[in-house]
């Protein structure tokens, strides 16, 4: 049993494919209006409106941490 941070109503959670789901005392699925409300509130932005020197910069250390990991497999 857990409680739900938004509303403090008891939840369980069950295994529905892939995903953990919340589900109520009485079976339902738990969908509370303040979850709802406070994902509306996160800030979304598109790939355009980062600085494309970031981009770049991130992208380039992704490879780099690929690159490590591929070495540290091949090199076992």
Not at 17 to 45: A, L
Not at 54 to 69: A, R, T
Request: proline share 4%.
């Amino acid at each position: 049993m857990a409680i739900c941070k938004f509303c403090g109503t008891e939840v369980t959670w069950m295994k529905e494919g892939r995903k953990n789901v919340p589900v109520e005392s009485d079976g339902g699925k738990h969908e509370c209006e303040q979850f709802k409300n406070s994902r509306k509130s996160i800030k979304k932005f598109k790939p355009s409106d980062i600085d494309p020197e970031i981009l770049k910069q991130y992208q380039e250390n992704m490879n780099k941490e690929l690159e490590k990991q591929k070495k540290k497999k091949s090199g076992k």
